[in-house]
């Protein structure tokens, strides 16, 4: 579902959508102070964030490297950088409270035969697993965004009538749709 909306938003001229970045958020831990830190080693083991192209950070002070990875994640293009993340929502609004959220909701079911197919799980009981920690998550920073900092929408409606959500979606970015 994700990849398929990816794909979507980056034909926009005005969108930068690179694949799944959820190692933004995964490597990132507080430190005795309260600090958010990176934890670099782990950062550079992740497979997903090797295969990205985007470049290590030279510190682990998460605003320099966030700053540093989301300029090359977004590359030569000015545009809106939309990010697809399952894990590490709480992260990101301590970070950034005032982010807009879009919210992609699937049948678990076609979520675990993803993640089976993209090689995250071996079997439908962990397949769902990821799917059941992600709305989890959501489930717990919901009640802390504003109605207006968020888009919620099934990915059925999105198969059904994608030019009705991809008008949404554009219009919750401030941006106009491009077909």
């Keep these: 579902g994700t990849t398929m909306l990816r794909l979507m938003l980056d034909g926009h001229p005005s969108f930068v959508c690179p694949d799944e970045s959820d190692f933004l958020f995964d490597y990132l831990a507080q430190d005795k102070n309260g600090d958010w830190r990176y934890d670099l080693d782990a950062l550079a083991a992740d497979r997903i964030f090797q295969a990205s192209g985007v470049r290590l950070p030279e510190t682990d002070e998460v605003v320099p490297a966030l700053a540093s990875m989301v300029a090359d994640l ?15 929502l709480e992260r990101l ?62 990915y059925e409606a999105l198969l059904r009538s994608p030019e009705d959500i991809l008008r949404k979606v554009c219009a919750f970015l401030h941006d106009e749709y491009n077909p």
């Excluded at 977004?74 to 590490?88: A, I």
């Excluded at 993640?115 to 059941?132: D, E």
């Design 74 to 88: 977004r590359g030569t293009s000015g545009g809106c950088l939309v990010l697809m993340l399952h894990r590490g």
């Design 93 to 154: 609004l301590q970070i950034e409270p005032s982010i807009p959220i879009m919210h992609l909701v699937r049948d678990p079911r076609d979520v675990a035969r993803s993640a089976i197919g993209m090689g995250w799980a071996g079997n439908v009981y962990y397949g769902s697993k990821t799917w059941l920690v992600t709305e989890n998550e959501w489930e717990q920073v919901r009640s802390k965004l504003s109605p207006d900092q968020v888009l919620e929408f099934q």
